[in-house]
T-cell receptor
């Protein structure tokens, strides 16, 4: 049981390049989330998927797209990377049958855009 | 969403109890208080949560005041590995189930446990 797995762990992009951050969970959770964390700041929600086949915008969705490929996988795509997207990206999932369920986080993807 | 206020940083001696306060004076009746922590370079880790009663688990205790306007996270015997940023979060009101996990993380409290 690996929990939430994110790939890659590190990535460096040039401005304008594209890439997809991958996230997979093996806990059979319905809901999945993408957060970003900038230095010295808390986490901000980018997008989330309440269930397979649905996605919704969070607090800071501009510049990103997401795909809920199946129940296990939720990917985040940067179509044209910008230096402002330099950040640490965390994927999380939750068993939302219970309102009390905590979020389970991956260990992040550290992205630098030059 | 109710906002929370936490001290920027705190120190604690190893082996002593660490008491981390949090103010959430605008909390609504159906909102829970969650605590997470983030050890350097890792994803946030769930610690504990509560509605109005005090809670305890293997990691910590959570004390919520009777008026629910503040709470305290207690790590009973802090170790060096407890050095982390601790986030106090008030969960959003239930909105058809889609608000689960849409937590608002502030800047948290940097807890440093020293020998």
């Amino acid at each position: 049981n690996a929990g939430v797995t994110q790939t890659p762990k590190f990535q460096v992009l040039k401005t304008g390049q594209s890439m997809t951050l991958q996230c997979a969970q093996d806990m059979n959770h319905n809901s999945m989330y993408w957060y970003r964390q900038d230095p010295g700041m808390g986490l901000r929600l980018i997008y989330y998927s309440a269930s397979e086949g649905t996605t919704d915008k969070g607090e800071v969705p501009n510049g990103y797209n997401v795909s809920r490929l199946n129940k296990r996988e939720f990917s985040l795509r940067l179509e044209s990377a910008a230096p402002s997207q330099t950040s640490v990206y965390f994927c999380a999932s939750i068993e939302d049958r219970s309102y009390n369920s905590p979020l389970h986080f991956g260990n992040g993807t550290r992205l630098t855009v030059t | 969403d109710a906002k929370t206020t936490q001290p920027t940083s705190m120190d604690c001696a190893e082996g002593r109890a660490a008491n981390l306060p949090c103010n959430h004076s605008t909390i609504s009746g159906n909102e829970y208080v969650y605590w997470y922590r983030q050890i350097h370079s890792q994803g946030p880790q769930y610690i504990i949560h509560g509605l109005k009663n005090n809670e305890t688990n293997e990691m910590a205790s959570l004390i919520i005041t009777e008026d629910r306007k503040s709470s305290t996270l207690i790590l009973p015997h802090a170790t060096l590995r407890d050095t982390a940023v601790y986030y106090c979060i008030v969960s959003p009101a239930n909105a058809g189930g889609t608000s689960y996990g849409k937590l608002t993380f502030g800047q948290g409290t940097i807890l440093t446990v020293h020998p």
